[in-house]
């Protein structure tokens, strides 16, 4: 029945699409809390005011640019997007593999609207109109309106707490994921798993030659004490000519309900 099949793809979007949840190829997902911790109190700032500005710098600058942005973990996961940032457009095509599966799922984003090919949803060239506004707070399959950045680094720059400059070029500090729930497709349930680990996330960042972010890793925490892969994003092709276009008309379904309550909404 669709409906059964439909349900099975949801679970697998829900947990692999955009699921940075401490998982890989070779592994099985961790078991997340059902609460969200108690938070502690978040330690004084030590950052140096000088790297700071030169990552929140280089972070806003992906709003006035045309880029690509590939983010991967290890070899379970990866999200290849083209963005036309000022116009709000873009592309995006992600893999997630386990064992014995694997699911592509491409995305189109034409300001408000999204348009995705999902296997089991949508058929040969066919594009879905998906209504975000109906699925849970933090789904994301590729892109999202609003968020023109799938890995929204700018705001996970604004968790940091410590940041410092390494060399040229060169920044590390940590993350508070508990300020940036959603951010690099990484869920508010599994953030909770982490527990206190999740407001001390190490990470690296790199700019290029002209102040631009070139690569951001996050080093995240353990699951069920098991290590993971870390989350890596890159940003290359700056001022690309973006080749995304709205599909056409008869190409375009408007989401039934059973695909909306498969991927967790309503």
Not at 238 to 248: D, L, M, N, V, W
Request: hydrophobic residues 35%.
């Amino acid at each position: 029945m669709r409906t059964a099949r439909l349900t099975g793809l949801g679970l697998a979007v829900a947990t692999a699409a955009f699921a940075v949840t401490g998982c890989t190829a070779d592994s099985t997902p961790a078991t997340s809390a059902s609460k969200a911790p108690e938070a502690s109190a978040v330690p004084a700032s030590s950052a140096d005011p000088a790297a700071v500005k030169a990552l929140s710098d280089a972070a806003a600058t992906l709003g006035d640019s045309s880029f690509t942005m590939t983010m991967t973990q290890g070899s379970g996961f990866q999200l290849t997007a083209n963005i036309d940032a000022p116009h709000g457009n873009g592309d995006a095509e992600m893999t997630a593999k386990g064992t014995n599966t694997a699911l592509t799922v491409r995305t189109l984003l034409f300001g408000q609207d999204l348009y995705a090919q999902i296997p089991g949803v949508t058929q040969g060239a066919t594009w879905t109109h998906l209504d975000m506004t109906r699925l849970p707070d933090g789904s994301n399959v590729g892109l999202k309106p609003g968020q023109i950045d799938p890995a929204n680094t700018a705001e996970l720059i604004g968790s940091s707490t410590d940041v410092q400059r390494n060399g040229e070029g060169s920044y590390a500090g940590t993350l508070d994921l508990t300020r940036a729930a959603g951010m690099a497709g990484i869920s508010k349930v599994t953030i909770d798993g982490y527990g206190a680990d999740a407001q001390r996330v190490p990470f690296e960042a790199t700019l290029d030659q002209q102040n631009r972010l070139e690569t951001l890793t996050l080093r995240l925490p353990a699951a069920d004490q098991r290590e993971v892969q870390p989350l890596v994003v890159k940003y290359s092709d700056y001022g690309r000519t973006s080749t995304a276009q709205k599909p056409p008309a008869g190409q375009i379904t408007e989401a039934p309900a059973d695909v909306y309550q498969a991927l967790g909404g309503k």
